[in-house]
């Protein structure tokens, strides 16, 4: 028989015992034992070549050897991947305590990288071989050590795959122009080094051999888009660890590394870096962020910081669900095969911060709830134990589809934060020294008298501020036509707003939520410019095509529209270096030579830098309605808003939500948080009288 075929035949017939003994495995797994206690796994072999085995321990809690902990997918290490039964499936033999036993390619991938280097750890943790899966009580059990495991590793080892072109780019990357950006912010400070564009003269001098192109900023965003970073787990496993280290293939990352460009590429002006994928999202921060916000938040706590006092009650006790609703707003973004996992794959994190005071019996883990159960239970808990109704804040827009099991005031915590999100009363206020943002109502009342929960129905004190007349049609100033429906919006209100204020400075300040407020004492004087230069610029970019005439005559009205708005449009028009608005509009491509020419017209510049800093509270609120009310209120509401719709303030809520009555019931449905113009700061206490209501 020719050698040739004798080896095709090997490999046949190696295939098929393989095939056979993955079908036909039925791993039985040691018993765990009385004590609290957990399995490890340590490698019997070390050469590739050879069959993976390994044997299976169980050592009690108490006398742990020092191990490492793998975090990875279960699936497919890659966001879209064609062939994802090659990953899914359990279909790779390895050999645990001389029995077969079934895994997948990821975790396959992953114990052969480990083995196979120079420092292999003597013992590893690995869900997927340490728990018996199929034995429900077992798995819930150790669900609930997960916090203990990770936090007790001498190394968490996040396994992000194999190694492709994008994960080379971000290692180079990383390794040569990140860590020549850390020594100059070293030697100079971040407050300088983010001013470094990519032909600040500074930059180009130090760093000209290394500077990222395109295409390298392109796989620095793709690098992130492996799955590993939307698991909901990774939240405490990176969180928790002592020591994290990422790897994709033969390429190694340190996390602080990552964060630390990541963090630069946030406010140095690099466009390539922070260009949005497809779903309007900034890749890098959106999945580095979180892990290195709860890390930061970990460590603060641990040591008793002053997060750990703004997280007191007033009983002087850390507030678990309020602690509880911040971590699963951390995580919100972040996806898992089990929705449960949602809220069991975080527990871990406010369990590691408030040790003994941690209350176990509150959501004990369980795989046997239902989904829409643990989510109604748990949103229940947290608003019995909060004292602020933060939680209405992450209900997702009344237009998202929910599962009809679902009440309207229960997150469906499935749902990404991707539209429709004001963010306006949620739990980032409660790290603020000072009062918080927005104070719509807050009272010393008794959680008992603000609100209860019976028959999934929330009962909660409220005030029928208004009703909703009108709402703008589109959701931004995105276009013209959106842009003019606005305007309109506008016209129809008196040229003075409730507060005094004009109707063009209650616009802008509806669009920001009013942010500026707390951080520019002179906001007045310093945004309307800006925020008109951003205007302006924006309608030459939609009529970037169009020819001058027709440019002028779809321009002149838009922007005389707005004039009428502000006595004051001519004098911001002036502090751009426009005469007036007639001369603008006369001459359309000088002013457009105008916003080309940088160096020389620097007022422009500034203002046109100016709107760029606070561009992100308006494209915050870009995704919202502008509604006016009946009694002449101006506010931003969530998408689905429309006419008819009520505006109501409840006790112990830091904004306005909007409520839609339900036909043939005394109940309402929650539609979603809201900023109103002229009552987020506690204007009308001393006006309000309120009722019971009920939320289905």
Known sequence: MPSR??????????????????????FIYPDLGSAPAMRLISFTTSSRRSALEFDLVTFE?????????????????????KAHEIWNEPNHLAFCNQQPIAIRKNLYDALQHIRTREHEPAWIWVDA???????????????????????????????????DEASRRAHTMLNTFGRGI????????????????????????????????????SAWNEFFQRNWFRRAWILQEASLAKNLRLVSGQYVFDFDEIHALVAYSEHAPWWPMTAPNNSGEDLPSAVINPIALTRSMINGMLQRSRSVRILEDHHGSINQGMLLLLVLALARELSSSDPRDKVYGNLGIAKRILGV????????????????????????????????????????????????????????????????????????????????????????????????????????????????????????????????????????????????QSTFEAYWRTYMGDFARSSLPNASQDIPSSFIAMIIHGLLCWFDDCPIGDMRQQLEPILQHLANLDSNFSQHLRSLGVASLDL?????????????????????????????????????????????????????????????????????????????????????????????????????????????????
């Open 5 to 26: 075929f004798r080896q095709k035949l090997s490999i046949i017939s190696n295939r098929y015992r393989t095939h056979l003994l993955i079908r036909s495995s039925t």
């Open 182 to 217: 850390f020594k100059m912010a070293a030697r100079e400070g971040w407050d300088k080094v983010d001013q470094y564009g990519p032909k600040s003269p500074e930059l180009v001098g130090e760093l000209g051999h290394c500077l990222p192109q395109d295409a390298d900023w």
């Open 129 to 163: 071989v340490c728990i018996n899966q199929a034995d429900d009580e077992e798995r819930t059990s150790q669900v609930e050590m997960m916090s203990d495991i990770y936090g007790t590793a001498d190394l968490v080892l996040a396994w992000l795959g194999p190694e």
């Open 584 to 696: 603008l509009i006369q001459d359309i491509p000088a002013f457009v030579s105008y916003c080309l020419d940088w160096d020389s017209r620097k007022n422009l510049r500034i203002a046109l830098k100016e709107a760029a800093e606070f561009l992100y509270h308006f494209l915050r609120f870009g995704r919202l309605q502008l509604f006016r009310t009946e009694n002449e209120y101006l506010g931003l509401g969530p998408r689905s808003s429309r006419p008819e719709d009520q505006v109501w303030i409840f006790e112990q809520a830091r904004v306005p939500f909007i409520l839609r009555a339900i036909p043939n019931s005394e109940h309402f449905h929650l539609v979603g948080e809201c900023y109103v113009h002229g009552v987020m700061q506690g204007e009308l206490v001393d006006k309000i009288q309120f009722k019971r209501i009920g939320l289905a």
């Open 61 to 81: 809690l108490g006398s742990l050897p020092p191990f490492t902990a793998l975090s990875y997918t279960w699936g497919s290490p890659f966001p879209s991947d």
């Open 357 to 500: 005071d941690f209350d176990d019996s509150a959501l004990p883990p369980d795989y046997n709830i239902a989904v829409a159960d643990l989510y109604i239970h748990t949103a229940s808990y947290i608003l019995t134990t909060t004292p602020i109704l933060s939680l209405l804040s992450h209900i997702e827009d009344a237009g998202t589809p929910k599962p009809s099991t679902l009440p309207s005031w229960v997150p469906d915590l499935t749902v990404r934060h991707t539209t429709g999100r004001l963010r306006l009363g949620d739990t980032a206020n409660i790290f603020e020294d000072d009062k918080p943002l927005y104070r719509t109502y807050l009272s010393g009342s008794s959680l008992t008298e603000t609100r209860s929960v019976a028959n999934i129905i929330l009962f909660v004190n409220g005030h029928c501020l208004a009703t909703v007349s009108e709402v703008a049609t589109g959701d931004s100033l995105s276009t013209p036509e959106k842009f003019t429906s606005q305007i309109n919006l506008l016209s129809r209100l008196p040229h003075m707003y409730l507060n005094g």
